[in-house]
């Protein structure tokens, strides 16, 4: 459960964004997202690959 303090004064809204950027913050919404959908292990690897050259390619574009 998340529990924002609220200081005595403090504006709604800024508790609402400490509250929101605490809640992004955990991961339910992505993780939630992620299970919608099932992936074949065969997929996901793919994936896992194209990212990894993708970012092999970024880095030797810095050097």
């Known amino acids: 459960m ?30 939630l997202r992620r299970r919608q959908c099932f992936d074949k292990p065969s997929v996901i690897k793919r994936n896992q690959k194209i990212r990894a050259v993708y970012l092999q390619k970024l880095q030797q574009e810095e050097k």
């Open 2 to 31: 998340i529990v924002v303090p609220v200081k005595e004064g403090e504006n709604i809204d800024k508790a609402l964004k400490k509250f929101k950027r605490k809640f992004e913050k955990t991961g339910v919404v992505k993780e």
